[in-house]
């Protein structure tokens, strides 16, 4: 059950967050899926009731079969009553290092398995913020991420073998170079052209900055590397490259937390 009420925090979802952020999904497929996966990992939330600003944790029990949301209640009935009241919860939460932040109208008690629970409907949208100096996933064995590079005179082909990509986010990646004189690979050269393949999907078309040129050693041997920047990447491509961290991040924490 959700605890006792606290003074309110800077958990408080600022109100132009989603209309402003290119991290904000609309699809109700894909707010359904994370909502869902809050549900699976028992996510605690911090929702902010509207107008009077108390924060108050919670849990997201079930997406329900016609799409309304199942949260839990307090212990206390007081604040029951209070989040009866509000006219709308600020969410905001944790899922596998994302933040995430959505709204929920018109909360409504019910009596769930003989504990109070309030039913509201789903949120038109949902906010995953996962910015690139946050986090950067490395790319899991046996599914392969590649980048084509191609030249004005010849367009990548996502059909023959690529370079490898070695970690991914929301703004760059990071690539192994045959050797260090790979064609176009200097700091702040512009690779117009290219096509980054992801494991599910067709290809997806990006311009990228090479930021720096590094090496490390193998043993014996020398492998270079390069950071690149995403420049101009459109919002759906970049919600592909997040949808894909963040689901290899659910199966990555997944398998972890069977292990234990």
């Known amino acids: 059950m959700a605890a006792a009420e606290h003074t309110p925090t800077q958990t408080q979802p600022d109100d ?80 596998d290092s994302v933040q995430i932040r959505f709204r929920l109208q018109a909360p409504v008690r019910v ?38 590079v191609g030249t004005p005179d010849a367009p990548p082909d996502a059909g023959i073998a690529g370079l490898r990509v070695l970690d991914i986010s929301g703004g760059g990646i990071a690539v192994s170079l045959p050797s260090e004189t790979e064609a176009g690979f200097t700091p702040r050269n512009l690779l117009e052209a290219c096509l980054l393949r992801l494991p599910d999907g ?7 900055e090479v930021a720096h040129v590094f090496c490390r050693h193998a ?6 590397h390069a950071g690149c ?5 459109p919002q759906a491509a970049q919600r592909r490259v997040l949808q894909y961290i963040f689901q290899v991040e659910r199966q990555r924490n997944a398998r972890q937390r069977r292990a234990v």
């Open 219 to 224: 043993g014996n041997l020398l492998r270079w």
């Open 111 to 148: 009596v769930h398995e003989g504990y109070t629970a309030f039913v509201t409907p789903p949120p038109e949208s949902l906010l995953r913020l996962q910015r690139r100096e946050l986090y950067r996933m490395r790319i899991p064995p046996g599914a392969p991420v590649t980048l084509h």
């Open 202 to 208: 067709d290809p997806i078309p990006v311009r990228l």
């Open 16 to 95: 132009d967050d989603e209309s402003q952020s290119s991290y904000v999904l609309q699809d109700p497929l894909e707010i359904e899926r994370v909502l869902r996966a809050l549900v699976d990992a028992r996510a605690m939330i911090s929702a902010v009731l509207a107008p009077e600003g108390l924060v108050c944790p919670t849990v997201l029990l079930a997406v329900r079969d016609d799409g309304s949301l199942l949260l839990d209640g307090s212990q206390r009935d007081a604040l029951n009553r209070r989040i009866e009241a509000a006219t709308h919860l600020a969410c905001d939460t944790r899922l």
């Open 229 to 233: 920047r995403f420049v101009g990447l």
